[in-house]
């Protein structure tokens, strides 16, 4: 039996160590049938003196940025920004898919989330109680759909495909009013802002078109993928990720949260409502805001416990019929909704979801914001800043900060 030495260098020799390193290249080759290839991009001022770079490894489909750096002199000049352009348009003229990045928690997280990266891992208390970051960007739309980080999510049985496309077609864009009362405080904001539930991207395409520095996310995958579609067609490179918001963790803080549309309201059970505002208020920057759209008990209820029809027609000509039943149980919304893609005269796809919606009355809503930790919250009649709400309204907005 041969007799196995282990022997400990604090001085390594490099032909020592190269055997190691060549013997897992040659492991890794008769795998992947491929060996990365290196190369570096300088950034060099006029007396031809680095200030800063990049330090590159290339695989057939993607680029691993092992160290980028800008000399402290010149940093908040955008040259990292302008290091990671010229990198990215290299891959590009390679045509590979995606470019993957870590770093730190107190070094460039935030850097590399406003060069369109985000977080596909993370591992706590990696060094000296920093966490250790690993994050990725996609290359191409159709890419970003689905994120490998993101397939073990628990599954979500509403706001499916057919779903998706009636929310769309009946409601392309955002009412005027609304957008223009959350354009009004992402100025104020001036900063980074975020839209949980953002849905298929009806308030965050448009401001983030406007230039405002925003990400969101959302559990419907199905939406996303409506989302980035759109984006496509509007030249678009959003930051977003498929999410729950009762379960979402990031580092980042934000000067502006905002859920619209009563997208709040689907979070129906305590321990979930409580989790979300305890998460929104943690990821809340101080002197942020966080705006909440809250559906109340006030509306028709001539509608309920009657079937109700719509028909939405696509641009390919054929129909999605919309039948839908809705009841009230308690505080408890819940609507029916049977999905039919109609395609000549036949049904070729069917969809059923069951949605349900908490209504809050304006008393139980501030008493929830206030346990969540918040120091100041002010109900807001709907999309009019200065005005208090009204006994008739169907929904308030709740401005809240720490």
């Excluded at 000049?77 to 302008?82: R, S, V």
């Excluded at 448009?206 to 579609?229: C, R, T, V, W």
């Excluded at 934000?254 to 549309?261: D, H």
Aim: aromatic residues 10%; proline residues 3%; contains cysteine.
């Amino acid at each position: 039996m041969t007799i196995i030495h282990y022997v400990i260098d604090h001085s390594p020799k490099a032909h020592f160590d190269a055997i190691i390193r060549d013997g897992i290249k040659t492991f890794n080759r008769q795998v992947i049938q491929e060996e990365a290839t290196h190369w570096s991009i300088y950034a060099k001022d006029e007396q031809q003196i680095i200030i800063g770079g990049a330090l590159i490894w290339e695989h057939s489909d993607a680029l691993y940025i092992d160290v980028l750096w800008v000399h402290e002199v010149y940093r908040l000049q955008k040259i990292g920004q302008a290091l990671s352009t010229k990198i990215e348009a290299e891959a590009k003229r390679k045509n590979l898919l995606k470019i993957y990045v870590d770093t730190y928690a107190f070094q460039a997280q935030r850097f590399y989330e406003k060069c369109g990266f985000y977080c596909i891992g993370r591992i706590n208390d990696y060094l000296l109680g920093f966490d250790r970051i690993f994050m990725r960007k996609d290359l191409r739309s159709d890419s970003m759909a689905i994120r490998p980080d993101e397939t073990t999510l628990r599954p979500l049985n509403t706001y499916l495909d057919l779903c998706t496309q009636v929310y769309d077609l009946s409601k392309p864009t955002p009412p005027v009013d609304a957008y223009a009362f959350y354009r009004d405080y992402a100025i104020q904001a001036n900063d980074a802002i975020l839209e949980p539930m953002c849905g298929s991207g009806r308030f965050l395409l448009p401001l983030l078109k406007e230039g405002f520095d925003i990400q969101g996310f959302d559990a419907s995958q199905h939406m996303l993928n409506a989302l980035f579609a759109k984006a496509a067609l509007k030249k678009l490179q959003p930051h977003i990720w498929r999410g729950f918001i009762e379960d979402w963790q990031t580092s980042s803080q934000f000067k502006l949260i905002f859920i619209s549309a009563g997208s709040f309201c689907l979070l129906t059970d305590a321990n979930s409502i409580q989790l979300a505002l305890k998460h929104c208020y943690d990821h809340l920057a101080e002197q942020g805001i966080l705006l909440i759209e809250a559906l109340t008990p006030v509306g028709d209820s001539s509608s309920l416990g009657v079937w109700q029809g719509e028909c939405y027609s696509r641009a390919d000509g054929k129909n999605i019929m919309l039948s839908k039943l809705s009841f009230l149980n308690d505080s408890i919304l819940t609507t029916v909704c049977k999905y039919e893609l109609i395609d000549n005269n036949c049904i070729v796809q069917t969809e059923i979801e069951q949605i349900h919606v908490r209504l809050y009355d304006q008393a139980e809503m501030m008493d929830l914001l206030h346990k969540a930790g918040f120091a100041q919250v002010r109900a807001i009649k709907a999309f009019v800043k200065q005005s208090a709400p009204e006994p008739r309204d169907e929904s308030i907005v709740y401005e809240c900060r720490k």
